[in-house]
């Protein structure tokens, strides 16, 4: 097995080179920032990068962009992103390109060369290694972008109402404000949720459908 290591910490990336080696797995390049992946990448065509997130020049998310480019140069590259972050926005665009071939662990909790050897090899043939924390975090990322999770308090509590079938005067009796205010917290609710100017029953019954779904 041949494979390309993003890390732009020395002394972590020749740790992963021996380490590699001692498993019998071959490390033809290593990079220390995002350019020098996607070049080692071109050059070699490696059957796996080892891809660390944060790196020069800004420290942010230049190793998960860098191997979204690779992956575009080279269709279907074994990717394993390891990092001490979940980057939030390239990790889900990563793994929700196709989860085959990509493996996300986290470097605190990798215990174990063995597995850890294990999770590469997986990775390389095609496999799927996500850390069970990745995928909490992810996940929760999924549901604040949510629009309905857009909804303030009281916006909540009135397509409640509106779930229960109430009219807009109940729903206005039950919190003790006027009409006027709630056509003002229902028209909201409409934009949160991207509910095009329709007949209100239709929008009514939509956004009603977006609140069951989440309870």
């Known amino acids: 097995m041949r494979v390309v290591i993003a890390e732009d910490s020395v002394l972590l990336r020749?740790?992963?080179i021996r380490l590699l080696a001692d498993g019998g797995i071959e490390t033809v390049a290593a990079a220390g920032d995002g350019p020098g992946l996607v070049e080692a990448v071109r050059a070699h065509r490696p059957d796996l990068a080892v891809v660390d997130v944060r790196m020069p020049p800004s420290h942010?998310?230049?190793g998960l962009r860098a191997a979204l480019e690779a992956r575009?140069?080279?269709p279907g590259l074994p990717?394993?992103?390891l990092s001490q972050y979940v980057e939030e926005r390239y990790a889900a665009e990563l793994i929700g390109r196709g989860a085959a071939a990509v493996g996300y662990l986290l470097k605190e909790r990798v215990a174990d060369v063995a597995e850890f050897l294990d999770a590469v090899r997986r990775v390389a043939a095609g496999g799927t290694v996500i850390d069970p924390e990745v995928v909490?975090?992810?996940l929760s990322r999924r549901r604040r972008q949510e629009p309905i999770e857009s909804l303030t308090s009281r916006e909540s509590e009135v397509l409640g109402l509106m779930a229960e079938g109430r009219s807009n005067n109940a729903i206005a009796w039950r919190l003790g404000v006027?009409?006027?205010a709630v056509e003002k917290h229902i028209s909201s609710i409409?934009?949160?949720l991207g509910l095009d100017p329709a007949p209100d029953d239709h929008r009514r019954v939509l956004a009603v459908l977006a609140y069951l779904r989440r309870i």
């Open 14 to 16: 020749e740790g992963l």
């Open 60 to 62: 942010t998310d230049e």
């Open 72 to 74: 575009s140069l080279v």
């Open 79 to 81: 990717v394993l992103v």
């Open 136 to 138: 909490v975090q992810l």
């Open 178 to 180: 006027t009409e006027g």
């Open 190 to 192: 409409f934009s949160k």
